[in-house]
């Protein structure tokens, strides 16, 4: 079984910074695509920025420009750097994973508890 824990949310005033991680484990093969994701009171969740194996990155527009996304493949760890926060960007964060596990014919799509983040003004 594949587990995600992610680490780094809080409270942070407008203008601040956050690094979130989260890293997997279990009988891992390999890790494919790994994203974060949000989910603001109230609304659906969202996708905020993709990091393909070969680290090609995509981002919602909202965030373009202040968070960037990163990934240690040997620690199999995705990273998500927020800059500039703002208060609309409170939510909870979740990291996904597609992963590859030993004795699986294909991969699956594995979620991480969530993490906090909320932003004051």
């Known amino acids: 079984q594949v587990q995600l824990v992610e680490f780094g949310g809080g409270l942070v005033q407008a203008g601040g910074s956050l690094r979130l991680s989260c890293a997997a484990s279990?009988?891992?093969?390999?890790?494919?695509?790994m994203a974060w994701y949000r989910q603001a009171p109230g609304k659906q969740r969202e996708l905020v920025a993709t990091i393909t194996s070969g680290g090609n990155t995509n981002y919602a527009d909202s965030v373009k420009g202040r968070f960037a996304i990163s990934r240690d493949n040997a620690k199999n760890a995705v990273y998500l750097q927020m800059n500039s926060l703002k208060p609309e960007d409170t939510a909870v964060y979740y990291c996904?994973?597609?992963?590859?596990?030993?004795?699986?014919?294909?991969?699956?799509?594995?979620w991480g508890q969530g993490t906090q983040v909320t932003v004051s003004s």
């Open positions: 279990g009988r891992i093969v390999s890790i494919y695509d």
């Open positions: 996904n994973a597609e992963v590859q596990e030993y004795y699986h014919g294909s991969p699956g799509h594995y």
